[in-house]
């Protein structure tokens, strides 16, 4: 089991940029593959980005393909989420997840932060 906490939300205009963090709790952070996911009231939980133990591959969803990048710091178990050029709705609840392999399925993951605010609007 590990522990995420997620932070870096807020709002922000459309075309600004956010990066949100995601630090992991004990020792075993590099073995876990990393992603994001995002939720809003009337949407089920979507796949944002996905990033290997070792940061070697990396998959997004097709919707933030070429804005947001993902990586992380195994020395600091922390992943990162870049976002660029944000848009209305990119708005949402973004989480960062903890999984054994590298996926884009919710059911995937075992261990879930408890999110952190976005919100894009002008």
């Known amino acids: 089991q590990v522990q995420l906490v997620e932070s870096g939300g807020g709002l922000v205009q459309p075309g600004d940029s956010l990066r949100l963090s995601c630090v992991a709790s004990?020792?075993?952070?590099?073995?876990?593959?990393m992603g994001w996911f995002r939720q809003t009231p009337a949407k089920e939980r979507e796949f944002v980005a996905t990033?290997?133990?070792?940061?070697?591959?990396?998959v997004y969803a097709d919707s933030v393909n070429g804005r947001f990048t993902i990586s992380r710091d195994n020395s600091k178990n922390t992943v990162y989420l870049q976002m660029n050029s944000l848009k209305p709705e990119d708005t949402a609840l973004y989480y960062c997840?903890?999984?054994?392999?590298?996926?884009?399925?919710?059911?995937?993951?075992?261990?879930w932060g408890q999110g952190t605010q976005v919100t894009v609007s002008s």
């Open positions: 990033i290997s133990q070792n940061g070697g591959n990396t």
């Open positions: 004990g020792r075993t952070f590099s073995r876990y593959a």
């Open positions: 997840a903890a999984g054994l392999s590298l996926a884009i399925t919710p059911r995937t993951y075992n261990n």
